[in-house]
């Protein structure tokens, strides 16, 4: 098991910028795929972006593409999230998760093990 934290979460009008960050601990980052995910106010956890162990491999859900860029450090045992052009629609609970699955997944029922999340709010 694998100790998720994450920071950076804020609020920020829409056209900004925030960078997300979650530190893990308890094991070494680079046993899992990893991967950002959101809850709208009154909506399910849904799927952001997701990078693979080698840091290569990544995903991105559609409503993102373009505007958000995933990326990790294992050294460091970090992920980060930069999301750029922030939209209202963005506002969410924002989500670390670690995946023990092979490849890059999207569903939430892939991941193992979740951060306490943090709040993005985007204002118009």
């Known amino acids: 098991q694998v100790q998720l934290v994450e920071s950076g979460g804020g609020v920020v009008q829409a056209g900004g910028s925030l960078r997300l960050s979650c530190a893990a601990s308890?094991?070494?980052?680079?046993?899992?795929?990893m991967g950002w995910f959101r809850q709208p106010p009154g909506k399910e956890r849904e799927f952001v972006a997701a990078?693979?162990?080698?840091?290569?491999?990544?995903a991105y859900a559609d409503s993102v593409k373009g505007r958000f860029t995933i990326s990790r450090d294992n050294a460091k045992n970090t992920v980060s999230l930069q999301m750029t052009s922030l939209e209202p629609e963005d506002t969410a609970v924002y989500y670390c998760?670690?995946?023990?699955?092979?490849?890059?997944?999207?569903?939430?029922?892939?991941?193992?093990?979740w951060g306490q999340g943090t709040q993005v709010t985007v204002s118009s």
């Open positions: 998760a670690a995946s023990s699955f092979i490849t890059v997944r999207r569903a939430t029922e892939d991941y193992d093990d």
């Open positions: 308890g094991r070494p980052l680079n046993s899992y795929n």
């Open positions: 990078i693979a162990r080698n840091g290569v491999n990544t």
